[in-house]
């Protein structure tokens, strides 16, 4: 008699990923890999002034060069595609795919070239002619608000999106704002500090760039786009409602996708442009982004300027905060441009429990690229100043930083807990998160060792953060696509299981923890399990896709309900084949059994052949084992944690060398450590770049000074030492899986320590805060005018 | 103000095509149409000799090709593929995909190539020589059950597949036969009509070829397969399993189908061949049949020959029907090949309430082509016997045939009516499609004219035949795969509606007909209603179109199915409105509340309000979608009358059909338009089998109709307009009251054509005419009869 | 390898091409026109028909290097723009396809047909298809079609 | 469905395609329309090395009448040859037959030249040119060379045509009361058995005859005792019966498939000689 092997439970196991296979041996299939019989390529022609009007374009030479299907300017593709897509109820001004009168930052589309091959696009590009009327430009966010010495949309006066948008305490539902609470708070304080922050403009740049193809067919009347999407079934309205279809007209398709940090949410413009080429020409077209182009033309991140003031008694008791923000959005809104910084605002409570607090909120246009979503988007922001804010305020008491903290805390007895700014935290215990971090850090004998150091003349910091974000967004309500998401789970007649979720990723892993899920949930092998992702003809429904670190916690919920529906109904085939009651079968080591009668039992994939060919059909029941869900959240989930940095500046260089990184991360519960390690690493890798590395620089002239890699740098193997991470458990109520969310953790917590262990290392030379980017040569001359 | 227009209700209306406008322009996407970058090509190396003993094959001239990237022989694919499994519970012999030792039939693949692309692979193809030791061939199915001169399989004896297998009166669930009944029939019969008939093998001939695309993927360990099949559900399991992959690791696509009429139920040994040989290579394959090739290794449909008895009284009561099959099945079992037979069986008792039926059955292997399903698959066979036994019943007491066919009908009141040969009739009236023929046919006008036309010397003959059928099989009890149909029907957020139904269509509308029921149910324009289909990651679950099933079965899926999202939409739309959910129309693109036309939301917006609830009502989840599996309790048996006018030419003895009636029962038509077109395709294939169409083989095992050279399908000319009519007799097993129509034709047309051609020899004394009526077998009867 | 220039659709296509390439292969595999179908392999079935030079031919029956310099119409080209050709309406008025294989050539037959003879009767609509096999429809719903763009083009 | 590979070569002029024959030494075919070869070369029926086309040779094509002579071009389309009101009016056997070979899209492609030179036995021009008693205008490297009909159907797909010489034209005297008949193959198209009448007549006098037969036999023939028992007859449908009658009598190496025994095809050839001389006939009016 062969003994069934034990199958070992797998939810919290670091379980190998499904999806390296492929990866590790090329046969991954990215947007720029689909090849379709016929297909041709487009190429923009891009404007190379950040603001001018485009007085004619000649593009003859380009259309007679062979191979050369086509060529459109700005007015003749406004005849083939309306205004780019907006997702927010914020007044926008119209954006052009490809501009037709006037162009507002470098890399701003104004032709599109469709051609055999990529090599005569780029060339036809080359040939096309461009006159331009110069016109003057801004690109200071707090100049732009004078509205001098241009105004860059007609309806915006002083180039402002949005004005002085209030939240917090005192403000009502209906806008109006009462001072009163925030004032008194102020005239309380004991100490108030004070600082104009600025959290700098980043390019997210996944390693793969962002491409399309679109396929539309004649009298089929359907459109296949291929994007490298972080939201296919966003894409798919988008593509729908642009091109005057049906949504069951559209299929959007995200492959493979090389990274996306939230720069690839759906709807861009050359997205839009190549749908409607395609659809125009009757014929496949592909168009793939230059890394060059991709500073230009993908979405930027960050630029926010805070004015922070912070209210406290002198016990550390925080009494008030007030936060100004200038966001710099660039030259136009895009999907969510113009929500982005009000998570700023939302967030600004960080992890206190602080009385009474006051943001203001105001979005500028500039001469730029424009800025949308990335990794964190707005509460890396919020996190920055308020920690950046509390640091300060340490060091103004002479408290430690970690104590000062600790007595602001929400405390866990106050979850769920309502903060000024008016989200409602779901569960927390920040003091373990702290406590778990110093412990790990050895903090009283890290300060020692920097205390040591700094004797020894070494420029030696220590930088601590707490943070506490979002993720598993968030009720519909909340999400203009709606805030659930979908799963359908389905029991293949050999007993195999195909699950498909709307939550498509970009490297997350869904195919394994969602595997794992499913396997422990049926008692059935990891390998007889496939996730379907990324296509939404195959994945019938999805909201947001991949965003907001939103997959577990919303997309895994819909997974295991869509699986309880159908191991439910498996169980009644099961019941009739085993004459058993339902409440008595046990679904483990790939067979169904009756409890307490090991011997009777069905294999897995025997019940399932029945119930796809059932000789007898239970009353009431339908053949088939296949179930769908739509969870919808009552609430985002709000994971916390906390970073410890110790930092050391070159005296000679002013170059800044990180030497420890302590991350404790708590995400609720964890269904792939191993991922979720991948996740927080990547996560630090990018805030660390933050405050060390990466900066978008503009020239006077809204020409870009961080055109390519030679000159935006990304962080390196040899940038960081190794990461050290540990992590708590407090499950969120709001699912069925007590999973938060880590996508973006990383990114929150670190770059605050960063800067405040940098500050740290310099406070010998009295220095309070430093501005982001901290290149050696700001720190060389912090350094250098101590000594002066 | 606007009003918004009224939407026409759609079902019963005659909709245009959906699918039209891709393949009118030519833009529709069959399987030889798929490109992929990479993409190598398919030939096979086949047995030119009808039975043999492979003794050598040499590849290496085709291996030395430039372009060639492989070729694997028989004991090379057999490493990678098991044998092929059958849909059916009989014993089969070994199948290989690839033979490797004996060859049984020209055309089994003997070796396959992969090369660059089609002309190479030809070349390579033809420079493999192949070595055999001839064993002798056998040809006659009733010689084959000798056992001689070859035994195909060893484990077969004197060739039988399967039988003699008993059915009918008397025959016992366990295999016990009582005779008493039968005989005593016959022993109280006053007269009893016996012939030998040959239902003659056929080749189904769908203008598109078979072809199929495999595509493995290593590193994602996955194969997209796409064939031109009628059942990609069906596909995906067999590939999975013999590939050894699971269902989840396999896609399978039928994209544009170019007709199928059975065919392509089939998995076929160059499909698991492509599938194995690209996970071999790692490679995507492309195979696409030459029609020569589908001559020789497509199924064939029928050949059956049958020993009729029909007993009855003088007064036309008929007492007992013996109906001894011999069927030819070729050299192989394919997927339903056994089961196709005993279908003529079960409908042996047709129309009529016949008292004591004994039909038996004998499965022959010969060195043929397989047989298998083809359009009717075993109904027309069975139709034709008790058909013709009526015809010259009639003829034998001097009946008319349409008063012989009455007196002896199931009455409406009978149904559901339990045949001798255990199939449960749903329901029927069989005397009013009958008198609808008849009158549409001016039956007794028609009698006269040909009387005179046959005073005047001409050949002309009137034939009528009924006929009842199987349609949306069946219950999973009866059916290997299981006989449920899958739909999933989801409403977007921006309202249109997509919906995914199992019954992967090759021609049938289902796009249309699908999209109407949907417009109808939802109160929304047509145009808002798309259908998916044919595509195993985009279909989740499903059967496939065959058994005249699509829309007694799939359409009673995508029915309960829409009624579920119905349902839940009713909920948003009640939150909304703040209306009681039972007090909601669904109509004209809105949701209205009954009795207050003013407080209606449009479509969209509860669809929008469903996809982002911003409150959501107590209990229920966001979004818009659900699934049905449709079990059906039974079959369903739509019925018919045909009549056929035909006038033979003296001197050639060619036939000419003059006219052809045909009213069939099909029960709710969803698109009489479509209907048409099914039964008109129908009657051309049934009388194509009449008078045009037959597979020979020489007494070598050569086919002697190995391409369109010889083996005629109907042409436009060869057709007068055809006279349709109908009624309506719904069904009760599934909630639309549909039976199907997609075989009808075929069924009916064949005998009525047959008996109007001995009609018109009646006068030389002809009592029974075997198909095909060539017109050198015509012409001798003539030459004889003047004789 | 030979080098033929053909105008296909009104737009001249060039290509090197083996000589034994049949024109219904250089317009499937080289111009990814795959309107143009394979029915069979001995030139009855007419699944493959073309205009070439105006009339109605057997793509499948004709080598590319025959047809250099030639002008071919295919399925592909016929509409006009967004415009249906009246044949194309025919068809989808009268239900005259089902699966649709045997439809691209049926169709370009018929536009010879109706070229020839603008008028036709019933029979010589069925004798003018004659190169054309269909195995779904039974031909008559095709007979209206011609018979409804017969009309159509009397009216125009 | 696929030929095996060859050279392939447009011929600009007679002597062009004659000297690119003479270089493939025997290896060389001639391609017109096509529709002969073609087929069997895509059953790898006809393998050859070098296919010399000379459909765009010009001046090959054309129908026209001197003197009472027709003359048809090699490369002249059926379809032609079948709309031609110069042969319906004057010589309308020859416009019945190319009317009835294959069907529509053949006709547009196929040539005479080719499909005579093919000489498949089931073929429907060689009756035409027998009864028109066509001559065969055949160039090769020596020069012309003139062949009458008769003498150029030898057998099975075999021609008095050497391997370096090509059919440039037919020329025949118009014959007003001709007509062709023919049993369908159903699914070829091809002749069962076609038969083609040429009759001469005056005063209500048949005075001469000529028949030809294609599809019954291994090649076509001229109907000799039909022939033979018209001459002098009366132009009457009778006459013709009878003279028809025994037709089939005489024709040897009948051929013999699933579509008609030999003993079917002795049998239709009277039958479709009664019906071309009766068409014939009811062309003879004045």
Not at chain 1, 738 to 746: L, M, S, V
Not at chain 4, 123 to 140: E, I, N
Request: glycine share 10%.
């Amino acid at each position: 008699m062969t003994v069934t092997p034990v199958l070992p439970k797998l939810v919290g196991q670091r379980v190998k990923r499904r999806e390296d296979p492929r990866l590790i041996q090329g046969r991954g299939t990215y947007v720029d890999d689909v090849k379709l019989a016929g297909m041709l390529h487009l190429a923009f022609k891009r404007s190379d002034v950040a603001h001018g009007r485009i007085l004619s374009i000649d593009t003859s030479a380009a259309e007679a060069l062979d191979g050369v299907e086509a060529v459109f300017t700005g007015a003749q593709m406004a005849e083939m595609a309306g205004p780019l897509p907006t997702l927010l109820p914020f007044p926008a001004p119209e954006r052009r795919a490809v501009a037709t009168g006037v162009v507002r930052f470098v890399g701003e589309p104004v032709a599109v070239v469709v051609a055999r091959d990529r090599y005569v696009a780029r060339d036809a590009v080359d040939a096309i002619e461009v006159d331009y009327e110069p016109l003057p430009v801004v690109v200071d966010p707090e100049q732009a608000m004078t509205g001098e010495p241009v105004v860059l949309h007609a309806d915006f006066p002083h180039n402002l999106m949005l004005a002085s948008l209030p939240m917090g305490t005192g403000v009502g539902a209906d806008g109006l704002v009462d001072d009163t609470a925030v004032d008194q708070a102020f005239a309380d304080a004991e100490v108030v500090i004070s600082q104009r922050m600025i959290n700098q403009r980043l390019a997210p740049t996944p390693i793969e760039p962002r491409g399309v193809v679109a396929h539309y067919e004649p009298g089929k009347e359907t459109l296949t786009i291929w994007s490298s999407t972080q939201s296919p079934h966003l894409l798919r309205t988008f593509m729908a409602s642009m091109n005057g279809m049906g949504e069951d007209q559209v299929r959007a398709i995200a492959p493979e996708v090389g990274g996306g940090f939230g720069c690839k949410s759906a709807g861009s413009a050359e997205e839009c442009v190549t749908a409607a080429v395609s659809r125009r020409l009757g014929v496949p077209v592909k168009w793939v982004e230059e890394r060059s182009e991709a500073f230009l033309a993908t979405n930027h991140g960050r630029d926010l300027i805070g004015y922070v003031d912070l209210a406290a008694r002198r016990d550390g008791t925080v009494l008030g905060l007030k936060l100004r923000i200038v966001a710099d959005v660039g030259a136009y809104n895009m999907i969510f441009t113009a929500a982005v910084p009000t998570s700023t605002m939302t967030m600004a409570s960080g992890n206190y429990a602080i009385p009474a607090i006051r943001a203001t909120l105001t979005e500028v246009f500039t001469n730029k690229t424009p800025t949308d979503a990335y990794r964190g988007a707005g509460r890396p922001e919020g996190i920055y100043f308020l920690e950046r804010a509390m640091d300060m305020l340490a060091r103004e008491l002479g408290m430690d930083p970690a104590e000062l903290r600790r007595k602001n805390f929400i405390r866990p007895e106050q979850f769920p807990h309502a903060t000024q700014t008016g989200v409602v935290y779901d569960s927390g215990d920040y003091d373990k998160a702290l406590d778990r971090a110093l412990e790990n850090a050895g903090w009283e004998q890290l300060k020692a060792e920097r205390d040591a150091a700094r004797a020894d003349g070494r420029l030696v910091g220590l930088g601590l953060s707490m943070y506490v974000e979002v993720c598993g967004v968030g009720p519909s309500s909340a999400l203009p696509m709606g805030g659930w998401e979908h799963s359908q789970v389905t029991v293949e007649r050999d007993g195999r299981i195909s699950a498909t979720t709307g939550a498509s990723p970009h490297g997350q892993g869904n195919e394994t923890t969602f595997a794992q899920m499913l396997a422990d949930q049926f008692g059935v092998p990891l390998e007889h399990i496939r996730i379907h992702h990324g296509d939404t003809a195959v994945v019938k429904q999805g909201s947001l896709g991949t965003g907001g670190s939103r997959s577990q916690a919303v997309g895994g919920a819909a997974l295991h309900l869509a699986g309880g529906r159908v191991k439910t109904k498996m169980a009644k085939f099961a019941a009739l084949l085993l004459e058993a009651h339902e409440a008595d079968l046990v679904f483990e080591n790939g067979r169904i059994g009756v409890k307490g009668a090991p011997s009777a039992a069905k294999p897995f994939a025997e019940v399932a052949a029945y119930a796809y060919r059932p000789i007898r059909l239970p009353e009431g029941l339908e053949p088939g084992l296949s179930e769908e869900a739509f969870f919808e959240p009552a609430n985002n989930t709000y994971p916390f944690g906390c970073n410890i940095a110790l930092l050391e500046v070159d005296r000679d260089t002013g170059e800044p060398r990180l030497l420890r990184l302590v991350a404790v991360d708590d995400a609720g519960r964890l269904i792939n450590p191993l991922i979720v390690e991948g996740q927080v690493h990547g996560g630090l890798a990018q805030g660390i770049g933050q405050a060390l590395i990466e900066e978008v620089v503009y020239g006077g002239d809204g020409q870009p000074l961080t055109g390519s890699l030679m000159d935006y740098a990304l962080p390196r193997a040899s940038d960081f030492p190794r990461f050290e991470l540990d992590a708590t458990v407090t499950p969120t109520p709001l699912n069925p899986l007590g999973a938060k969310g880590i996508g973006e953790a990383g990114t929150i917590g670190s770059t605050p320590c960063v800067v405040s262990a940098a500050v740290d290392a310099l406070s010998g030379f009295g220095v309070r805060h430093i501005d982001m980017l901290l290149r050696p040569e700001k720190l060389w001359r912090i350094i250098h005018g101590a000594r002066d | 103000m606007t009003s918004s227009p009224v939407l026409p209700k759609l079902v019963g209306q005659r909709v245009k095509r959906r699918e039209d406008p891709r393949l009118i322009q030519g833009r529709g996407t069959y399987v030889d149409d798929v490109k992929i970058a990479g993409l190598q090509h398919l030939a096979f190396k086949r047995s030119d000799i009808a039975h043999g003993r492979i003794l050598a094959i040499d590849t290496s001239a085709a291996e030395a090709l430039d372009g060639v990237e492989a070729v694997f022989t028989g004991a090379q694919i057999a490493e990678l593929l098991g044998p092929m499994p059958i849909g059916t519970p009989f014993p089969s012999p070994e199948h290989r995909a690839v033979a490797a030792d004996i060859v049984r039939y020209v055309g089994e693949p003997v070796a396959v190539v992969v090369a660059r692309d089609r002309y190479v692979a030809r070349d390579a193809a033809d420079a493999i020589a192949v070595d055999y030791e001839p064993l002798p061939a056998v040809v006659d199915p009733e010689e084959a059950m000798s056992g001689r001169p070859a035994l195909l399989h060893a484990d077969f004896p004197n060739n039988h597949a399967v039988g003699p297998l008993p059915a009918g009166t008397g025959v016992g669930g366990d295999g016990t036969v009582d005779d008493t009944a039968i005989d005593q029939a016959f022993a109280d019969a006053e007269v009893v009509v016996s012939q030998r008939m040959v239902n003659h093998r056929l080749a189904p001939t769908s203008i598109e070829p078979r072809g199929v695309v495999a595509h493995y993927e290593p590193g994602k360990d996955t194969l997209t397969i796409w064939s031109s099949t009628q059942n990609p559900h069906i596909l995906r399991t067999f590939i999975a399993s013999l590939t050894g992959l699971g269902q989840d690791q396999v896609r399978a696509i039928a994209p544009e189908v170019g007709g199928g009429f059975g065919s392509k139920i089939n998995i076929y040994g160059e499909e698991y061949v492509a599938a194995a040989v690209s996970k071999r290579l790692g490679l995507p394959v492309k195979w696409v049949e030459d029609r020569s090739e589908a001559f020789l290794t497509t199924i064939h449909g029928r050949d059956i020959l049958a020993y009729v008895d029909l007993a009855a009284r003088r007064d036309g009561t008929v007492l007992g029907l013996k109906l001894r099959l011999v069927a030819d099945i070729g050299a192989y079992n394919m997927l339903l090949t056994a089961a196709i037979p005993t279908l003529t069986m079960t409908m042996a008792s047709a129309t009529y309430a016949i008292p004591a039926i004994r039909a038996t059955l004998t499965e022959v292997f010969t060195n043929k082509t397989p047989t298998d399903a083809y359009r009717g698959a075993g109904r027309p066979e069975a139709i034709y016997f008790v058909e013709r036994g009526m015809d010259m019943l009639a003829r034998e007491l001097g009946m008319d045939p349409a008063e012989l066919r009455r007196r002896n009908f199931i009455r409406p009141d009978q149904f559901p009516y339990t045949t001798q040969t255990g199939a449960v009739y749903d329901s029927g009236d069989y005397d009013k499609v009958l008198d609808r023929a008849l009158e549409k046919a001016g039956w007794e006008q028609l009698k006269a004219e040909r009387d005179a036309a046959q005073a005047e010397g001409r050949l002309v003959g009137l034939g009528l035949s009924m006929y009842v059928e199987i349609c949306g099989v069946g219950p999973s009890s009866g059916l290997p795969t299981g006989g449920w149909e899958h739909a999933q029907v989801t409403v977007e957020r921006d309202g249109r509606i997509s919906a995914t139904t199992g019954a992967s269509p090759h021609g049938q509308g289902n796009e249309t007909t699908f999209a109407q029921m949907l417009a109808d149910q939802f109160g929304v324009p047509f145009d808002h209603v798309t259908i998916r289909h044919g595509d195993t990651a985009v279909v989740k679950q499903g059967i496939g179109t065959f058994g005249s099933r699509s829309q007694a079965v799939g359409g009673a899926a995508l029915h309960l199915a829409g009624g579920k999202v119905k349902a839940k939409m009713a909920k948003f739309a009640a939150a909304l409105l703040e209306a009681h959910e039972a007090d909601l129309v669904f109509e004209n693109g809105r949701i209205a509340v009954a009795g207050a036309p003013a407080a209606a939301k449009s479509f969209a917006e509860v669809a929008a309000y469903a996809h982002r609830p911003i409150k959501l009502p107590a209990g229920l989840e966001p979004g818009l979608s659900d699934e049905a599996f449709f079990e059906p309790s039974n079959n369903t048996y739509p019925f018919g009358c045909h009549i056929a006018l035909l006038e033979i030419d003296r001197d050639t003895g060619e036939p000419r059909l003059l006219r052809m009636v045909a009213v069939d029962d099909a029960g709710h038509l969803i698109n009489p338009l479509i209907v048409e077109g099914q039964i008109h395709g129908g009657l051309a294939q049934g009388i194509g089998q009449a008078l045009v169409e037959e597979v020979v083989y020489g007494a070598d095992g050569q086919p002697l109709t190995g391409s369109f050279m010889d083996y005629a399908i109907p042409r436009a000319s060869d057709f007068p307009r055809f006279e349709l009519d109908n009624t309506v007799t719904p069904t009760p097993v599934n909630p639309l009251g549909a039976k199907g129509v997609g075989e009808a034709g075929t069924i009916g047309s064949t005998p009525c054509v047959v008996s109007a051609a001995v009609d018109a020899l009646r006068g030389l004394g002809v009592k029974h005419i075997d198909m095909m009526l060539r017109p050198e077998r015509l012409w001798r009867i003539i030459q004889g009869g003047q004789a | 390898m030979a080098q033929v220039s053909i105008t296909v659709n009104g737009k001249r296509r060039s290509a090197d091409v083996e000589p034994r390439l049949l024109l219904v292969h250089f317009l499937r595999e080289h111009l990814n026109l795959t309107g143009a179908h394979v029915g069979c392999d001995t030139s009855q079935c007419g699944a493959c028909t073309v205009l070439l030079d105006g009339r109605s031919a057997k793509s499948c029956t004709i080598f590319a290097v025959q047809a250099d310099g030639a002008e071919v119409t295919t399925i592909e080209g016929l509409a006009d723009g967004d415009r249906l050709h009246p044949l194309q309406e025919g068809f989808w008025e009268e239900h005259g396809l089902q699966c649709g294989y045997c439809t691209p050539g049926m169709i370009m037959s018929a536009v010879n047909l109706l070229n020839d003879n603008p008028a036709p009767t019933e029979q010589d609509i069925r004798d003018g298809l004659d190169g054309n096999l269909c195995r779904c429809t039974g031909y008559q719903h095709i007979v209206n079609a011609v018979q409804h763009a017969a009309g159509r083009t009397r009216e125009g | 469905m696929i030929p095996t590979a060859f050279d392939y070569a447009r011929a600009t002029s007679l002597d062009d395609a004659i000297a690119r024959l003479q270089a493939a030494g025997g290896a060389g075919k001639l391609l017109a329309g096509g529709h002969s070869l073609v087929p069997l070369m895509k059953l790898r029926l006809s393998e050859p090395a070098v296919l010399i086309d000379i459909g765009h040779i010009p001046d090959l094509a054309g129908i026209r009448e001197s003197d009472g002579v027709v003359e048809i071009g090699a490369n002249t389309r059926h379809h032609d040859v079948a709309t031609s009101a110069l042969l319906r009016e004057r010589c309308p056997v020859v416009a019945d037959t190319a009317a009835v070979i294959g069907d529509p899209q053949v006709r547009n492609r196929g040539t005479l030249g080719g499909s005579l030179a093919h000489a498949d036995p089931a073929a429907d021009y060689p009756a035409a040119m027998l009864a028109v008693d066509a001559d065969l205008h055949l160039k090769g490297p020596g020069g012309w060379r003139v062949v009458k009909a008769r003498d150029f159907f030898q057998g099975v797909f075999t021609v008095d045509l050497a391997a370096d010489e090509i059919l440039a034209k037919v020329t025949f005297a118009a014959s007003r009361a001709s007509a062709y008949a023919k049993l369908h193959q159903r699914a070829s198209r091809f002749a069962i058995v076609g038969v083609a009448a040429a009759l001469e007549t005056g005063g209500g006098i048949i005075r001469t005859a000529r028949v030809g037969l294609t599809g019954a036999a291994s090649s076509p023939s001229r109907l000799a005792g039909v022939e033979a028992a018209l001459a002098g007859q009366p132009a009457t449908a009778a006459a013709a019966a009878a003279a028809a009658r025994g037709a089939g009598d005489g024709v040897s190496e009948l051929n013999a498939d699933i579509h008609g025994s030999a003993e079917y095809r002795r049998a239709m050839i009277p039958v479709f000689t009664r019906r071309a001389l009766e068409a014939a006939l009811a062309r003879a009016g004045g």
